[in-house]
């Protein structure tokens, strides 16, 4: 299993997202190291879609932390992991050394593909569109997830 992660998302959690997060996050913590990173939101009013995406993606890179192994969420190209799938590639990652891993979540536009080109790997959650503050709600619990099932404990299948 992995050691350390560290989600760099775009945007901060209000409301019922951040109640959420950080319900989860306590409970993952008692696993492993979480660190989450957040980069300001671009105006979409403002900017055209080219400029807010290459301005969030100029604040995400600098934010990935070296070493660790990225994978980015993105809806369209990403590949579809079950829970238990996704705890055996976290577990798999552990076991060969790559024990931090960085995700990569974008704001309402996506992600830039300069983002998208820098990870090691692309995931995503199906084929709906979620909110992105609702993406990573459900990242947080699909790692508590993973890390119940890779120590053999019982959730909720």
């Known amino acids: 299993m992995i050691r350390r992660a560290t989600i760099v998302a775009v945007g901060s959690l209000k409301g019922w997202a951040a109640e959420g997060a950080d319900d989860y996050l306590k409970r993952l913590r008692r696993s492993f190291a979480v660190e989450v990173v957040e980069v300001s939101e671009e105006d979409l009013n403002r900017r055209t879609t080219g400029e807010v995406l290459e301005a969030e993606a100029e604040k995400l890179l600098k934010r990935i932390p070296a070493g660790a192994y990225v994978?980015?969420?993105?809806r369209e190209r990403g590949e579809l992991l079950s829970s238990e799938k996704l705890a055996r590639r976290l577990d798999s990652l552990g076991l060969s050394g790559r024990s931090h891993v960085a995700f990569i979540v974008g704001g309402p536009l996506g992600l830039s593909p300069k983002v998208v080109g820098k990870a090691d790997s692309l995931v995503s959650f199906g084929p709906i569109t979620l909110p992105h503050a609702l993406a990573r709600v459900v990242l947080i619990e699909q790692l508590y997830r993973a890390s119940k099932i890779n120590r053999g404990e019982k959730y909720h299948y």
């Open 71 to 74: 994978i980015s969420l993105d």
